[in-house]
């Protein structure tokens, strides 16, 4: 397939007219003068190199399957997003390292046990807080003022990306149903985002990694789907679907590449980033299917009790400590009973503090919590239950219930 680069001129490149605000960052970032990267892959390489990033890999992307080594996991599927994501863009003429960049930070906002460690959270959030948990969201406040990276200075500092990054982060909600796709042509304050897929993404670039991740989970989650055995006896409706007979023949590159080539063929600077009729209804007709025997299944929802009951409880622990003046005094308190949960999350939001000694721990980032407020207070615990893997949430569980 010999590339047309039908889009070059709509790339986030410098002849962009809206490139400074693409490139904008709430401060300058420090520079080197033998730094060989662009602005973007220095956004590139501060992701993969923070904590949260890391984390991914063992963090559940549908299937709750920790010791299963074969079966997709958060970090996989940005990986996936990634390469679909760079084949589309260069393809297309539009900038590969920004789409890089957004593709393996898009996810960085996931709780962890997936989607269903969301959907708790929300309801945790809504009773607290009055408003939802949502992890697009939660990815953004994560770059802006969780994710700490050190400087040249070794000082901690706030991850400073750029806003192309920041807003495809926010605005790539891979729940979308109509068929065509383009940039919103308006600048917005990100933080006038109040619920997922309110806005189109600001670049092409962006555009392009919010279909990605479509055609990423939808055709995986069969792939795994068949590995765990809970697709046996969906054979006949798999060969009506994708005409194939046989269980073995179904992979991810023989759905992946025909909707990555027909997406590539179809879109235009005029009808957006688009599939043919006939692909976008199989997109969707697999979509369907993953939710009736997929996410819909016994074998998904027979776990999230005990997600519950992990996150709940790790959650109740925290914040029956909150008291206006002795907060952390009923932490140290309950340091003997838990010490790995409160040493974890007190080394966690003393970093966003301003009781902390912050010039000995070197820290130059944004406070982001005042915890003598009670709201303060639950922002954080969601913020430090959200950034838990898996096999970390399970094990302060039990801490909490063993003796």
Request: proline share 2%.
């Amino acid at each position: 397939m010999n590339s047309t680069k039908k889009f070059a001129k709509y790339a986030a490149t410098p002849n962009n007219p809206n490139w400074e605000i693409i490139i904008s960052r709430a401060k300058p970032l420090y520079q080197r003068d033998t730094d060989l990267r662009d602005i973007f892959e220095r956004d590139y390489n501060r992701i993969i190199n923070s904590t949260a990033y890391r984390r991914l890999k063992h963090k559940t992307q549908v299937f709750f399957s920790p010791d299963n080594d074969h079966i997709c996991t958060r970090i996989e599927h940005v990986t996936h997003v990634d390469s679909i994501s760079h084949t589309i863009a260069q393809y297309l003429g539009l900038n590969t390292n920004l789409t890089h960049a957004i593709a393996v930070a898009h996810d960085l906002g996931h709780s962890p046990f997936g989607h269903a460690g969301e959907k708790i959270l929300s309801t945790i959030s809504m009773r607290d807080l009055g408003f939802s948990f949502w992890h697009e969201k939660n990815g953004l406040d994560f770059v802006d003022f969780i994710e700490l990276l050190e400087d040249s200075d070794n000082c901690k500092q706030n991850m400073n990306l750029t806003y192309g990054v920041r807003d495809g982060i926010i605005s790539h909600c891979g729940e979308i149903d109509e068929n065509s796709l383009k940039p919103r042509t308006e600048f917005i304050d990100l933080k006038d985002y109040t619920k997922p897929n309110q806005f189109a993404p600001y670049t092409w670039e962006g555009c392009v990694v919010k279909i990605s991740d479509k055609i990423s989970y939808v055709c995986r989650d069969i792939e795994d789907g068949i590995t765990l055995g809970i697709l046996n006896d969906c054979t006949n409706e798999l060969h009506n679907l994708l005409g194939i007979d046989s269980l073995k023949n179904i992979n991810n590159t023989n759905v992946i590449n025909g909707l990555i080539y027909n997406l590539c063929m179809n879109s235009s600077f005029d009808n957006g980033l688009c599939f043919s009729d006939d692909a976008f209804n199989l997109l969707n007709k697999i979509k369907d299917f993953n939710y009736k025997h997929i996410y819909f299944s016994n074998k998904i929802r027979n776990s999230v009790p005990y997600f519950e009951l992990v996150i709940n409880k790790i959650y109740d622990i925290l914040y029956d400590c909150f008291d206006e003046k002795s907060t952390l005094q009923n932490l140290y308190n309950l340091k003997h009973s838990y010490p790995k949960l409160i040493t974890s999350f007190y080394n966690f939001i003393e970093n966003y503090c301003s009781f902390a000694d912050r010039n000995k721990l070197k820290l130059n980032n944004t406070i982001v919590f005042d915890i003598s407020k009670k709201d303060d207070f639950c922002k954080a615990l969601l913020s430090y239950i959200s950034g838990m893997t898996d096999n970390f949430a399970i094990d302060i569980y039990n801490e909490i219930i063993r003796f």
